[in-house]
């Protein structure tokens, strides 16, 4: 079964560090560029960081640049973000998920297929 | 970053209706969209890429439409199961944005 399971949530301080982990399973991990999304409670979706299917490229949200890092290891089948000086506003549930990233003639589409059950983050004092 | 603006916000529709939910993009961005549903507790699921490719698994009464900066999903006859909010998805560019999502709630 194709999966993704996220851990590593919890509550933290304001400044504090966290580190979550995604476990993938039933597919190939290191063919897919794999993505961090978040929720904050009632609120909608928030894309926070993506990294390439050999961590050779990232890309972060700005609210998240020089505090959160994501990271992958294709031999562990597992995705990362390392999360420093967080704030209240980083309160979320955060989901990893998979790109599926189809391509036709005119370039390439993100299409996130598979998503884990997500792993909540509360920062507050 | 790019704007994405969806519009109405929410909405309420009956069994078998004709649905449809706007995204405006705040500058051009091709076709490079997707449409996501979420249900209250639950993960996102991927419904349309590439504005108009349906997902496979996806049933035929959700169809997207679009090119530029304005984007449409539509739900031909909605049924029980498709009451959830919906969300826009630019991958145009960095960072990429979402729409801040439409509810759709039983009438």
């Known amino acids: 079964e194709v999966q993704l399971v996220e851990s590593g949530g919890g509550l933290v301080q304001p400044g504090g560090s966290l580190r979550l982990s995604c476990a993938a399973s039933?597919?190939?991990?290191?063919?897919?560029?794999m993505i961090w999304v978040r929720q904050a409670p009632g609120r909608g979706l928030e894309w926070v960081a993506n990294i390439k299917r050999d961590g050779s490229l990232k890309y972060y949200v700005d609210s998240v640049k020089g505090r959160f890092t994501i990271s992958r290891d294709n031999a562990k089948n597992s995705l990362y973000l390392q999360m420093d000086s967080l704030r209240v506003e980083d309160t979320a549930l955060y989901y990893c998920?998979?790109?599926?990233?189809?391509?036709?003639?005119?370039?390439?589409?993100?299409?996130?297929?598979?998503w884990g059950q997500g792993t909540m983050v509360t920062v507050s004092s | 970053a790019i704007q994405m603006t969806q519009s109405p916000s929410s909405l309420s529709a009956s069994v078998g209706d004709r649905v449809t939910i706007t995204c405006r993009a705040s500058q051009g961005i091709r076709n490079e969209l997707g449409w996501y549903q979420q249900k209250p507790g639950k993960a996102p699921k991927l419904l349309i890429y590439a504005a108009s490719s349906l997902q496979s698994g996806v049933p035929s009464r959700f169809s997207g439409s679009g090119s530029g900066t304005d984007f449409t999903l539509t739900i031909s006859s909605l049924q029980p199961e498709d009451f959830a909010t919906y969300y826009c998805?630019?991958?145009?560019?960095?960072?990429?944005?979402f729409g801040q999502g439409t509810k759709v709630e039983i009438k």
């Open positions: 039933g597919f190939t991990f290191s063919s897919f560029w």
């Open positions: 998920t998979r790109d599926q990233s189809y391509s036709d003639s005119s370039g390439y589409y993100d299409a996130f297929d598979i």
């Open positions: 998805l630019q991958d145009y560019n960095y960072p990429r944005t």
